[in-house]
């Protein structure tokens, strides 16, 4: 464990949740790159070992006072919104709160209240600050391009995750769930399938206990049919491991039909994998419509099963979907400019006065 100096940490950044997710996934990722520039520690009930964290017993223990006076608490989730407001008000802790927003959607009573208390507030993206009723600062989530970037022999890579080492290898990964629109992905892919007989689409994620019925349903559509042995349904993975799985693919969809951001697009293009996702969450900022992929309507399931035909259709339009993606990430979805730009409103907390 990347243990840090709790008497030198200025920023926390709490996730309180044990499962992978997209929240997880950037405090993982963010936090490491950011360590560089100032003294940030994550801390919850797990996270991987190279992350400079500080243990949940140690938020009560720690020094009330921060190296300059005050530290900044980043919350991304309610229960750690409460969690610095408990430390502040119950535990004495001088805290600035923060919270990072990625819903496009109403919030409720409580959660507009939580966002209220917060001394700055950060929206993923445009459309998700119109649903705030406090001012907040766009900052875009980012991606590692050095950890996220193409496998040097894709052959040799599927061969060593037990795929097929040539064919066609469409993914969709993420929670298993309507919301994700894994049905969607599942139905458009029925045709694919019948129409190639060497594609394969690839589905990785977790179901939860009220999704498995859901998940099952799926695996009996497609065995109903006859696809079932290329509709592969892959076991969640770590997130330090992620990156090997769009690496091996041809084509990464996104078929969401709601999303608050929506980080696996830009993940595939920085892997340059071209990407074809629905019009929802900030999908429309990260994929370009006719160059690094294509964009749907949401829950438009024939649309969404014509732009993967029409693309496995046209060769040459895929590769150059494939050399536009990764160009297209490095220069506007870098994890180091969401790291400068959190840092910059981090600073600026710990320099205003009481």
Avoid at 114 to 141: F, G
Avoid at 206 to 225: N, P, Q, V
Avoid at 253 to 275: D, H, K, N, S, Y
Wanted: glycine letters at 6%; hydrophobic letters at 45%.
């Amino acid at each position: 464990m990347t243990a840090v100096d709790i008497a030198k940490v200025r920023v926390i950044a709490p996730n309180f949740k044990r499962r992978l997710s997209g929240v997880t996934a950037t405090v993982v990722r963010l936090v490491p790159i950011q360590s560089r520039d100032i003294s940030i520690a994550a801390t919850g009930p797990v996270m991987p070992a190279h992350v400079p964290q500080i243990s949940l017993s140690q938020l009560l223990t720690m020094p009330r006072h921060g190296p300059d006076g005050v530290r900044v608490w980043h919350a991304r989730r309610n229960v750690e919104m409460i969690g610095g407001l408990a430390l502040k008000h119950l535990a004495r802790k001088r805290l600035r709160l923060m919270f990072t927003s990625a819903s496009q959607r109403s919030q409720s009573g409580l959660t507009k209240w939580l966002i209220r208390q917060m001394d700055a507030v950060v929206a993923t993206s445009d459309r998700t600050a119109a649903y705030l009723e406090v001012p907040a600062k766009v900052i875009m989530h980012g991606i590692d391009t050095q950890e996220y970037a193409p496998a040097p022999d894709r052959a040799a890579l599927r061969e060593t995750h037990g795929l097929p080492r040539s064919g066609i290898l469409i993914g969709c990964y993420g929670r298993i769930r309507a919301q994700k629109g894994t049905d969607a992905f599942v139905e458009a892919m029925v045709p694919v399938l019948k129409q190639h007989p060497t594609a394969h689409a690839l589905i990785m994620g977790r179901a939860t206990d009220k999704h498995r019925a859901f998940e099952h349903s799926l695996k009996d559509r497609a065995k109903a049919e006859g696809v079932e042995s290329r509709m592969l349904f892959l076991p969640e993975v770590p997130v330090e491991r992620m990156a090997d799985w769009y690496r091996v693919l041809d084509l990464y969809v996104a078929p969401q039909r709601w999303e608050g951001f929506g980080l696996t697009p830009i993940e595939a293009m920085a892997c340059g994998v071209p990407v074809i996702a629905t019009r929802v969450g900030a999908f429309e900022a990260l994929v370009v419509d006719g160059q690094t992929g294509a964009l749907v309507p949401p829950d438009d399931i024939p649309a969404l099963g014509a732009e993967i035909l029409a693309a496995l259709a046209a060769p040459p339009t895929l590769t150059q979907w494939a050399a536009a993606a990764r160009p297209h990430i490095i220069e506007h979805f870098s994890i180091e400019r969401e790291a400068a730009d959190l840092i910059a409103l981090y600073r600026d907390l710990l320099a205003r006065k009481d």
